[in-house]
């Protein structure tokens, strides 16, 4: 236990830096529950396994939402995240099983599940299969928005460029109407794609404490970049690149920042082009920056970019709450966290967004009357 964790502790000062930033702590108000806290048991935990018990260092490896927000801001470079996944390493207990399977063996029944969950009534969700159930009706996403956004003209710079798409988890299995637009859009811009056989990116895995396994998808994506010729890949799902952009397994440094160069968010590809905004635009729109996206959103820029003043509310520090293993773990506190969310996005009618997890957890909690989807939806 101590190896999983110990590789990740460093010497916290304690200066409290990341208390600001964590969306945990600050919807709960427990200071227990943030991360110089976890920090804190961490090392004890590697020091001296002993002195937390079992029961407790497994409860501990499920409160974190696992959104890197600590990490961000830590000016000692603390991994909270990596350390929580080292606790979960240790303690696979059946929240992670749950995880696991859900993220390896159930992708292929996600899209008829998704829809099957939204006509399972409340009244029925299980306090254990509830999160769970939600989640999957929050993937379907419903209909879908209308494209609002049609671009004037496609600039010069991708034309007759080789590049590979990888499209995610979710547009794979569930989204296809996201994958179809990002093809559109290449298309547009005279980008070729590569048939590239990608697998899942592994970061919920990773979050999860299923190293190895995740280990074993980021060698495979990179042989499929290696095959390929290493070319640029396109991306559109925030978690996906922050996951795509951590691999490490490379044959030397020098082709690790080849491939983190090679990472190519969709939404840069249409900075600086103009589009024709349709009447059916939403009146009050609101954007949600995902936490795995970091400071520089490329899609948040984007779209600030294109719509101007129609956009009306764009969330900052604030998660979605969606937390992976803690949203079994702990459902019950992921919901102050994605109250926080929507406080954040009070007037928008539709809200957009560019990472899967955040749509899905946004879809399956939205207000009455206000829509959710992937930015991509809005292009025709
Ligand atoms: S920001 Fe880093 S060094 Fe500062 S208290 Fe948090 S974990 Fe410790
Ligand atoms: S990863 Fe997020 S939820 Fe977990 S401790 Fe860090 S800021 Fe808090």
């Known amino acids: 236990m101590s190896e999983n964790i110990s590789q990740h502790v460093s010497h916290c000062i304690l200066c409290g830096k990341c208390l600001q930033a964590c969306p945990l702590l600050r919807a709960t108000g427990r200071e227990e529950?943030?991360?110089?806290?976890?920090?804190?048991?961490?090392?004890?935990?590697?020091?001296?396994?002993?002195?937390?018990?079992?029961?407790d260092a497994a409860k501990l490896a499920g409160l974190c939402l696992g959104c890197g927000r600590c990490r961000e801001v830590c000016p000692q470079g603390q991994d909270v995240p990596g350390l929580v996944a080292g606790l979960r390493a240790a303690h696979p207990g059946f929240k992670s099983w749950l995880w696991k399977t859900w993220l390896t063996r159930a992708r292929m029944l996600w899209s008829p599940s998704s829809k099957a969950a939204g006509l399972v009534p409340e009244l029925f969700h299980t306090e254990r299969l509830g999160p769970m159930l939600k989640m999957l009706a929050g993937m379907s996403g419903g209909p879908g928005l209308a494209p609002f956004m049609t671009p004037k003209s496609f600039p010069d710079t991708y034309r007759g460029e080789k590049l590979l798409l990888f499209a995610g988890c979710t547009a794979n299995f569930v989204q296809g109407r996201w994958l179809m637009a990002a093809l559109r859009l290449l298309d547009g811009l005279g980008a070729e794609v590569l048939p590239g056989d990608f697998t899942c990116c592994g970061?919920?895995?990773?979050?999860?404490?299923?190293?190895?396994?995740?280990?074993?998808?980021?060698?495979?994506?990179?042989?499929?970049?290696?095959?390929?010729?290493?070319?640029?890949?396109?991306?559109?799902?925030?978690?996906?690149?922050?996951?795509?952009?951590?691999?490490?397994?490379?044959?030397?440094?020098?082709?690790?920042?080849?491939?983190?160069?090679?990472?190519?968010?969709?939404?840069?590809?249409?900075?600086?082009?103009?589009?024709?905004?349709?009447?059916?635009?939403?009146?009050?729109?609101?954007?949600?920056?995902?936490?795995?996206?970091?400071?520089?959103?490329?899609?948040?820029?984007?779209?600030?970019?294109?719509?101007?003043?129609?956009?009306?509310?764009?969330?900052?520090?604030?998660?979605?709450?969606?937390g992976g293993v803690m949203r079994l773990a702990a459902p019950g506190l992921t919901e102050p966290v994605n109250r926080q969310c929507w406080e954040a996005l009070r007037g928008a009618d539709t809200v957009l967004s560019g990472c899967s997890a955040c749509l899905a957890q946004l879809s399956a909690t939205a207000p009455q009357g206000v829509a959710v989807g992937h930015w991509l939806e809005t292009i025709g």
């Open 33 to 55: 529950l943030g991360p110089r806290s976890k920090s804190d048991l961490c090392r004890v935990l590697a020091e001296d396994p002993d002195k937390l018990s079992e029961t």
């Open 203 to 322: 970061s919920g895995l990773k979050g999860a404490g299923f190293a190895d396994r995740s280990a074993a998808m980021a060698e495979r994506n990179v042989a499929v970049w290696r095959e390929a010729g290493r070319p640029r890949i396109a991306v559109f799902c925030a978690t996906c690149l922050a996951g795509l952009r951590a691999y490490d397994c490379f044959e030397s440094d020098g082709e690790r920042s080849r491939w983190v160069d090679s990472l190519l968010p969709l939404s840069e590809t249409m900075r600086g082009m103009e589009f024709v905004i349709s009447d059916n635009v939403p009146e009050r729109l609101g954007y949600h920056h995902p936490c795995h996206a970091g400071a520089d959103d490329p899609d948040r820029d984007f779209l600030r970019e294109a719509l101007g003043d129609r956009l009306v509310a764009v969330t900052d520090k604030q998660c979605c709450g969606f």
